[in-house]
């Protein structure tokens, strides 16, 4: 009685099994034909099985079935997103199963690769055409200014290929333009890793992000360091240096690479501009004068270059003023008309500079005031009376008691 009650639980589970690769088989027809849905029901209810839910190739028709979904859904909405993302969790669970062997066994259909642009039926239904369909939910929302969703098929396409440049460039530069920087580096940390590939904007974008929007110098002063490695002529990477180097204001390892910087391109403004700032800073007033100065005769249109040297100028008019108000009344008399002169002289070389600067920008009503009142100091008042109505014009005619 025993075996009798033995070989019909034997017969039974025979049965089941037999009954659930009928199942799996039915799904298989279902995805083919395009019915999807019920070929979800079947695969979900075959993956309840012991055997054919242990089975890597059940999960493998999971993922397939998914795919079929996510490719004939052309809404491109987060629902799609959602059946991509779904296919892909699901073809790595298959992978995990089969051993992690893109050689043989499943591993080899999970990554076969696709051919985009061929008949769908000659298509694998592989995770390489995941990726690919992904790609092109990405261009198409990207089209239609749709930048949000363009960047979510950008990021699930590249989940599946790390080493595809071309969709983890277009997902950092999306993601950073959204203000998803933590994303944006994500993808551009993701592209310092391939072997080969020119990374240079891909750490120019990593310094900006983390200096400026991150507010992180020291994280970005590390990917300069990084980059300065594998591109150590790069003129870019040695302005960031030095910015970077100002800001966590290690002024002596700045200096000494402006030096070298100045070295190897010696009529950069940008550098000239450091390079006269650190000396100002340091009390070299005639070697700051000197770089601000040079900035200007390399690029007459040097906004900064005019700017700096004339309120260097200025500010040395009034170290001059200063001393002379310093001294005693007999050495004033002597030296007062000298000195007064003296400063003067800085007033009026300033003026160029700063009429320059107004030209290049010439709605800063802040220079403006500046030439109302060294003309006014200077006793130029048919110049002075220009300003005057130029401000009057653009700040009022109370614009004296802002």
Do not use: C
Not at 260 to 270: F, G, H, K, R, V
Not at 274 to 280: I, Q
Not at 309 to 332: G, H, K, Q
Request: aromatic share 10%; net charge negative; glycine share 6%.
């Amino acid at each position: 009685m025993k075996k009798l009650i033995l070989s019909m639980v034997l017969v039974g589970a025979t049965t089941l099994a037999f009954g659930q690769k009928k199942v799996v088989r039915s799904a298989e027809k279902n995805l083919k034909s395009g019915d999807y849905a019920t070929a979800l029901s079947e695969i979900e209810a075959a993956l309840q099985d012991p055997e054919t839910g242990s089975d890597p190739e059940t999960t493998l028709l999971k993922a397939q079935i998914y795919l079929g979904m996510f490719s004939s859904d052309s809404s491109n909405t987060m629902e799609t997103l959602e059946k991509g993302n779904s296919s892909f969790d699901t073809f790595m669970e298959a992978f995990k199963m089969g051993g992690e062997d893109k050689e043989n066994g499943v591993g080899k259909d999970i990554w076969e690769e696709d051919i985009p642009g061929a008949p769908d039926n000659l298509r694998p239904n592989s995770i390489n055409k995941l990726k690919n369909v992904s790609f092109d939910k990405a261009i198409a929302q990207y089209n239609v200014d749709d930048f949000e969703m363009a960047y979510e098929f950008f990021n699930l396409a590249g989940m599946v290929d790390p080493k595809d440049t071309t969709i983890h460039y277009n997902a950092g530069f999306l993601a950073n333009d959204l203000g998803r920087f933590e994303d944006a580096k994500k993808h551009f940390m993701t592209l310092l890793d391939v072997p080969g590939y020119n990374k240079l904007n891909a750490y120019y974008f990593l310094v900006q992000i983390l200096s400026t929007e991150q507010k992180n110098p020291e994280g970005a002063y590390d990917i300069v360091m990084r980059a300065k490695e594998e591109y150590p002529s790069d003129k870019v990477l040695a302005e960031y240096e030095i910015q970077l180097l100002l800001q966590l204001n290690k002024m002596d390892e700045a200096m000494a690479q402006i030096k070298e910087a100045l070295a190897n391109d010696p009529e950069n403004t940008s550098l000239l501009l450091r390079s006269g700032y650190l000396k100002e800073q340091s009390g070299d007033i005639d070697g700051a004068l000197a770089d601000y100065k040079k900035s200007v005769e390399i690029d007459p249109n040097f906004y900064e270059g005019n700017y700096y040297t004339a309120a260097l100028l200025i500010e040395r008019a009034r170290e001059v003023l200063s001393e002379l108000n310093s001294l005693s009344d007999e050495e004033w008399e002597k030296r007062s008309q000298s000195m007064g002169e003296e400063a003067n002289g800085y007033y009026a070389d300033a003026v160029k500079y700063f009429e320059k600067a107004l030209e290049i920008r010439p709605d800063d009503t802040g220079i403006m005031e500046i030439l109302y009142q060294i003309h006014t100091r200077l006793k130029n008042d048919a110049e002075a009376e220009k300003y005057n109505k130029k401000l009057i014009e653009l700040l009022g005619p109370n614009w004296m008691d802002r």
